[in-house]
Structures are given as structure tokens and as C-alpha cells.
């Protein structure tokens, strides 16, 4: 009867990776769980590794006898790589089958846990870059005059957001999750026209004159 997991040994990152790469020699005959996180990793990877681990943690994971295990190592690609092996023959050999069994008939496992890692991840996004492209994007597709530009740049982190969230968007997605988190900064503007963009800059003067 043909395996449902891929060993170890058998099993390499890449193309151009050894088969069982750095890993140890009682390990080769181990069973690869086919869920992989990287450091490039988007949510979906990101949230099916997290619940696969979770399923885990009732076996002998963190027991003397161990038998699954996150086995990491640095790579060239992206970094680092994180995969699971788990020991044949075991509860965790029946779990990690159940995965790959699930993951080839619907790539997610759990919608919820990966609608939370999503949304966690745009707001991150968001904070760290998205808020600043998106001003600097209004700035540019509206050829803003510079006491515009100013109030714009210059606007609380909270109108911006807000402005943003309450435009709408036909396609209904403010980001989108293909490969890592991508804000929908084009599909916001294409919804905008100049009123739009008069009264949020009509809005910021009035919290300068009230303030």
C-alpha cells in the first residue's frame, strides 16, 4: 500500500536542496507533514502550520518520547524554512494523514483561526506602510495643491483610517491574501472621484479650525 506521507529522506525544500536536508540521521525515516512556513510566508501558510500544531499537542510532542517534532533550518531562498515530522507508527503519524487529507480536498484548515491571521496581518500592514501609501497615493492620483498636501499628509492616523474604510469598494475587499497582504489601494481610488477627495480635505480643515 503506496504512503500517504512523504518521508524525510525522501523530502527536500527545493529542487535544488538535498533530499533529508539537515536533519538528523533518526530522523530520515520520519514523516513529512505537507504544510511548510517560511519567513515569506502569507497568512494561509501561516494559520495552517499554527492549527496544525495545535491538533498535535495532545500527542507526546513535549514528552520524553517524543513523536512529532517543528523542524527548522536556514535556507537560501527564503530564509528559513519550518516543517513537521512526525514519528511512524505513532497518533501523530493518524493526525498529520487526517491534515494532508483535509488540506488536498479544501486548502484551509481552520476559517476561522485564518480570517483572524488575515486580519491581523493587514492591520499590521496597515500601521506599518499601507496608511503611508495610501495618503501618499491620494496625493499623487488627485495632483493635490501643496495646502492640500499638507492637510493630507498631516492628518490623524484615525481619519485616515477611517476615510479608507468607509469608502466603497465594488469588489468589497479592502485587502486580499493571493501572496502575503496586499491592500487594495488601487481599487479605493478607482471608487474616488475629486468631490470625494474635497470633502475629507474639507473635513481635515474643520478639525484644524475646531482644534
Known amino acids: 500500500m503506496a504512503e500517504i506521507l512523504q518521508r524525510y529522506r525522501d523530502w527536500q525544500p527545493t529542487a535544488y536542496d538535498p533530499c533529508g536536508y539537515c536533519a538528523e540521521d533518526d530522523q530520515l525515516n520520519w514523516f513529512v507533514i505537507p504544510l511548510i512556513q517560511t519567513r515569506d510566508s502569507g497568512p494561509l501558510d501561516r494559520s495552517n502550520f499554527k492549527v496544525a500544531t495545535e491538533w498535535l499537542e495532545n500527542c507526546k510532542g513535549l514528552e520524553e518520547?517524543?513523536?512529532?517534532?517543528?523542524?527548522?533550518?536556514?535556507?537560501?531562498?527564503?530564509?528559513?524554512?519550518?516543517?513537521?515530522?512526525?514519528?511512524?507508527?505513532?497518533?501523530?503519524?493518524?493526525?498529520?494523514?487526517?491534515?494532508?487529507?483535509?488540506?488536498?480536498?479544501?486548502?484551509?484548515?481552520?476559517?476561522?483561526?485564518?480570517?483572524?491571521?488575515?486580519?491581523?496581518?493587514?492591520?499590521?500592514?496597515?500601521?506599518?506602510?499601507?496608511?503611508?501609501?495610501?495618503?501618499?497615493?491620494?496625493?499623487?492620483?488627485?495632483?493635490?495643491?501643496?495646502?492640500?498636501?499638507?492637510?493630507?499628509?498631516?492628518?490623524?492616523?484615525?481619519?485616515?483610517?477611517?476615510?479608507?474604510?468607509?469608502?466603497?469598494?465594488?469588489?468589497?475587499?479592502?485587502?486580499?491574501?493571493?501572496?502575503g497582504v496586499h491592500i487594495n489601494i488601487d481599487g479605493a481610488l478607482r471608487e474616488m472621484d475629486r468631490s470625494d477627495m474635497a470633502k475629507f480635505i474639507k473635513h481635515l480643515r474643520s478639525l484644524m479650525v475646531g482644534g
Open 65 to 179: 518520547e517524543v513523536d512529532w517534532t517543528i523542524y527548522r533550518f536556514n535556507h537560501w531562498g527564503p530564509g528559513w524554512f519550518e516543517i513537521i515530522l512526525v514519528k511512524p507508527g505513532t497518533e501523530a503519524q493518524s493526525i498529520a494523514e487526517e491534515i494532508k487529507k483535509k488540506v488536498l480536498d479544501y486548502p484551509v484548515l481552520d476559517e476561522e483561526d485564518y480570517s483572524n491571521t488575515s486580519y491581523e496581518e493587514y492591520l499590521e500592514s496597515w500601521e506599518n506602510y499601507g496608511r503611508n501609501e495610501f495618503v501618499y497615493a491620494l496625493i499623487s492620483h488627485f495632483d493635490l495643491s501643496d495646502i492640500a498636501r499638507d492637510l493630507v499628509e498631516d492628518a490623524p492616523h484615525e481619519e485616515v483610517d477611517k476615510f479608507f474604510t468607509e469608502l466603497d469598494i465594488s469588489s468589497g475587499e479592502y485587502w486580499d491574501t493571493d501572496s
